[in-house]
């Protein structure tokens, strides 16, 4: 086991939007638990990443700039194993995971993809969409107004016409669902899923969570919101995930977001030995290639 050297890549701060401490909480976790494992993990930036500072033939990271995204799938392509994929990371964008998810039957909200610069409003308005949510196309959410809630198609075309103007070409627009809004975090292949209502245990990043606001308790299949979750994790190709569903009033489970290793907050240390343990695993199956 001495013999598994570990490059560990951390999560630039400005990809951890208040949740810097948290990011690093889990990440330092699975850590610890890998080297009690017997594996040298050394741990680098983004930035060192970037520059060609990592070595190791076995990669496990946190990252989301899109050029340690590229240098994650050079590095996977020349036979690296890296832990989540970088392929797996860029699907986890937008544009790209409401493509796949919606084509590999997974349950999403009705949605459209646009480019900024087009009218929206007649769209919205024949599917009598009036409340959505437009959220950037082509990359993770870095800031609050990454995601926008609107009421109306009139307010739809405001916001995408200040994405323009902000640079984002494309964005997705989500009909907004009704119901309990519930955050997750599971690992592929493994026992370990973890739920619960953000907005009544004051978890937040962007304050969104209001929208659908306190739980009604609503009643739903537990087991049948793993299996989606997972199902979504082997189509995505993310090994550590985590994001967000609602339930309806009769029991449906929808998948409004899914992010590659989130921060793990409420349950990180149940969640880290179920991560390591995961990463062994497919460092073994690796090496048996």
């Known amino acids: 086991m001495a013999d598994i050297n570990i490059a560990g890549i951390m999560r630039a701060g400005a990809f951890s939007p208040n949740h810097i401490g948290n990011d690093a909480a889990i990440f330092n976790l ?35 700039e899109q050029r340690s995204i590229m240098k994650l799938q050079e590095l996977e392509d020349k036979g690296c194993l890296v832990i ?12 790209r995971m409401t493509r796949i998810l919606v084509g590999c039957g997974i349950p999403y909200p009705e949605s459209i993809i646009v480019n900024t610069d087009e009218g929206v409003r007649d769209a919205l308005t024949k599917l009598k969409m009036d409340r959505c949510w437009i959220k950037r196309g082509d990359f993770h959410a870095m800031h609050k107004e990454d995601v926008s809630y ?28 009704e119901g309990d809004l519930i955050k997750f975090y599971g690992v592929r292949d493994s026992p370990f899923f ?29 087991d049948k919101m793993k299996a989606i979750c997972q199902k979504a994790s082997e189509v995505l190709d993310v090994n550590i995930y985590g994001g967000d569903c609602i339930v309806s009033a009769q029991g449906d489970i929808r998948i409004i977001d899914f992010n590659d290793w989130p921060s793990f907050a409420p349950c990180r240390n149940e969640a880290a030995p179920f991560i390591a343990k995961s990463i062994m695993a497919a460092i073994k199956a690796h090496a048996a290639k």
């Open 194 to 222: 973890f739920w619960f209502y953000p907005f009544d245990s004051g978890h937040s990043k962007y304050g969104h969570e209001a929208i659908n606001g306190h739980s009604q308790g609503l009643s739903f299949d537990h």
């Open 84 to 95: 989540n994929s970088g392929y797996g990371i860029e699907n986890c964008t937008r544009e």
């Open 30 to 64: 699975v850590a610890d638990q890998l080297r009690k494992r017997g594996c040298a993990v050394t741990t680098y930036s983004e930035e060192q990443l970037i520059a060609g500072h990592v070595k190791e033939q076995i990669i496990v990271n946190m990252c989301r």
């Open 150 to 177: 609107v009421r109306h198609p009139e307010e739809a075309q405001e916001v995408l016409q200040e994405y323009f103007l902000r640079g984002i070409k494309r964005a997705v627009i989500n009909r907004h669902l």
